[in-house]
Structures are given as structure tokens and as C-alpha cells.
Antibody
Framework: EVQLLESGGGLVQPGGSLRLSCAAS????????MSWVRQAPGTGLELLSV????????YYAESVKGRFTISRDNSKNTLYLQMNSLRADDTALYYC???????????????WGQGTLVTVSS | DIQLTQSPSFLSASVGDRVTITCRAS??????LAWYQQKPGKAPKLLIF???ILQSGVPSRFSGSGSGTEFTLTISSLQPEDFATYYC?????????FGQGSKLEIK
């Protein structure tokens, strides 16, 4: 069974930094692209970043480009999101998810972890 | 980025009803569309990809159709566990945008 477990969320001041982690199990982590998706309180979904299985290729939404960095350690089956220069509007529940966004199948993002809450406030 | 507009944003229905949710894209996305279901306090779950392909394990009362700019998600006979919020997502190009969601409530 695929399991994704996020951690690292918490309360941080505006301008601060936080690193999220996502521990994966139940599948061959290194061959799948992975993503981070966030959901601000009571609102919709925003795909923030994707990293290829090898870690070489990355994608960022404009809203986080230059501030967030996605990475992975395939030896530890772990996905990361380094978040810098955090703003109040980054407050959200952050999910990691397995991603299939290219090629002919394009199944989307699935499954998802349970999420970790990031609150940016002074 | 491609914009997705879902309608309706809210709908009330009864168990046994047939329900249809529409997702319109601001430009053509072929069949690169996925549908997700999200229940309160839970992560979204993939229902349909490729506009009409049912994800493994999803009940057959769910179906999807469409291509280009207009897509629909249909639930043929609502069950109590189907009351949730539904999102579409375009997988055609960068942005991979989601619709704003359609909340399905019990009448």
C-alpha cells in the first residue's frame, strides 16, 4: 500500500523559512515524479512544484518560483520542499502526492498524503 | 495559465439522484483532465483521468466525458458517501490548474 507522510509544518513568521518532508513507502519511489500541492483554508487546490524521479527536472508554479525549492533523496525515499521568504498568503495545508503529469497517460496527482499545516503569521 | 471554471459551485441533491458537474477550460486541453473527490478533513482522491478513464477502485456510478474545453463528471445514482467537494484539474500544460471546486450537499 502506498503511504505518504508529510512533516515539518508549523508556525513561522513572515520572511521566515521552513522545510517540509514527505516520507514515502509502498512503491518504488525513485521511478516516480512527486509533487507538492497546497490548499489554503477553505479554498481550492494549487499545484506548487513537481520533481522528476531522478530529481533532475523540476517545475514550479509562478507563485512560489524563486522562493521554494523541491528536492528528493531517493536513498531515503523522501521528498522535500524548502520554503523561504514565507508570506501570509503561503498559509495552507501542504500535501505531497505522487505525480503523473506527462506522457500519454497523465493520471494527475495521486495518491496524496494527509498534509502538513503551515501557518505564516507574526 | 489555463483557467478552469466549474459549475455549479454548490449543489444540493438527494440519495439516488443523478448529478452532473461541468468543468470548462479557457483553452483546449484535449482529454488531459482529471477529477478528484475531497471529503472534509481528508486529502483529495483521484476519481477519473484522461477525461473519462475511471481510476481503479472507483465505483462505476462515476463517469466522465468531454474533450477540448468542456467536460462533465456524472454520478448516476448518488450514495451517502458521495457528498463531498469535487475538483477538476487540467494536465495539458504548465500550471496544472484546478477548478475552484463543486460542493455537493445533501438536500
Amino acid at each position: 500500500e502506498v503511504q505518504l507522510l508529510e512533516s515539518g509544518g508549523g508556525l513561522v513568521q513572515p520572511g521566515g523559512s521552513l522545510r517540509l518532508s514527505c516520507a514515502a513507502s509502498g512503491f518504488t519511489f525513485s521511478i516516480y515524479a512527486m509533487s507538492w500541492v497546497r490548499q489554503a483554508p477553505g479554498t481550492g487546490l494549487e499545484l506548487l512544484s513537481v520533481v522528476s524521479g531522478s530529481g533532475v527536472s523540476t517545475y514550479y508554479a509562478e507563485s512560489v518560483k524563486g522562493r521554494f525549492t523541491i528536492s528528493r533523496d531517493n536513498s531515503k525515499n523522501t521528498l522535500y520542499l524548502q520554503m523561504n521568504s514565507l508570506r501570509a498568503d503561503d498559509t495552507a495545508l501542504y500535501y505531497c502526492a505522487k505525480a503523473d503529469l506527462g506522457g500519454t497517460t497523465r493520471k494527475g496527482v495521486d495518491p496524496w498524503g494527509q498534509g502538513t499545516l503551515v501557518t505564516v503569521s507574526s | 495559465d489555463i483557467q478552469l471554471t466549474q459549475s455549479p459551485s454548490f449543489l444540493s441533491a438527494s440519495v439516488g439522484d443523478r448529478v452532473t458537474i461541468t468543468c470548462r477550460a479557457s483553452q483546449g486541453i484535449s482529454s488531459y483532465l482529471a477529477w478528484y473527490q475531497q471529503k472534509p478533513g481528508k486529502a483529495p482522491k483521484l476519481l477519473i483521468f484522461g477525461a473519462s478513464i475511471l481510476q481503479s477502485g472507483v465505483p462505476s456510478r462515476f463517469s466522465g466525458s468531454g474533450s477540448g474545453t468542456e467536460f462533465t463528471l456524472t454520478i448516476s445514482s448518488l450514495q451517502p458517501e458521495d457528498f463531498a467537494t469535487y475538483y477538476c484539474q487540467q494536465l495539458n500544460s504548465n500550471g496544472y490548474t484546478f477548478g475552484q471546486g463543486s460542493k455537493l450537499e445533501i438536500k
